[in-house]
Structures are given as structure tokens and as C-alpha cells.
Nanobody, 115 residues
């Protein structure tokens, strides 16, 4: 079992920045890929970015160049640095972790971009 806890969300003005964290606990040794997804009101959950245990990354086109995913394996924590935020980035942000054939999700953290 893996437990994931997101933090760092909040209210920010357009053009601002936020850094989200996703702390993993439990059987973390088996995690080979972690990712961020988001869900805006009335929309389906969508992919944002992922990072493998070797450090390879991938981003959705909508956030490429503005968001940066990273992870600190020693702290079992993944991050999402979000810059140049837009109102359309408003959503609940979820992290997940792949362990073998299992997929674990956090509870989400709200990000609101508004003036």
C-alpha cells in the first residue's frame, strides 16, 4: 500500500506561481512512476505531467514550458512547480503513483487562479 498526500494549493493571481508537493508513504520502494492530474469543475480529470524513477518526464501540451515536475527520492516526495498560471489552470490537482499493476491516488489539492 502507498499513501499519497498533496499540499501547496491555494489562490493565486494570473501570472503567479505555486509549488505543489506530493508526499508518499508506505511501500514506496516499488514506485516506478508518479504523476499529476487535474480536474476542473464540470470536466473530466486530465493528465498534467509524469516523472519516472529514472527522472524521465512528460508534460501535457497545455502546461509544457510553464510547469516543471520533479521528485526527491530521499524524501519520497514529488513536486510540481507551476509558473505563469492562467485562470484555466484552476482545478483540483491530484498526484498518483504506479507500483507494479497498482495505481494509488492522493486526495487532491485545490488550485484557484483568479484576480
Amino acid at each position: 500500500q502507498v499513501q499519497l498526500v498533496e499540499s501547496g494549493g491555494g489562490l493565486v493571481q494570473p501570472g503567479g506561481s505555486l509549488k505543489l508537493s506530493c508526499a508518499a508513504s508506505g511501500s514506496t520502494f516499488g514506485i516506478y512512476l508518479m504523476g499529476w492530474y487535474r480536474q476542473a469543475p464540470g470536466k473530466e480529470r486530465e493528465f498534467v505531467a509524469f516523472i519516472t524513477n529514472l527522472g524521465s518526464t512528460n508534460y501535457a501540451d497545455t502546461v509544457e514550458g510553464r510547469f516543471t515536475i520533479s521528485r526527491d527520492n530521499a524524501k519520497n516526495t514529488m513536486y510540481l512547480q507551476m509558473n505563469s498560471l492562467k485562470p484555466e489552470d484552476t482545478a483540483i490537482y491530484y498526484c498518483n503513483a504506479h507500483v507494479g499493476s497498482s495505481l494509488y491516488w492522493g486526495q487532491g489539492t485545490q488550485v484557484t487562479v483568479s484576480s
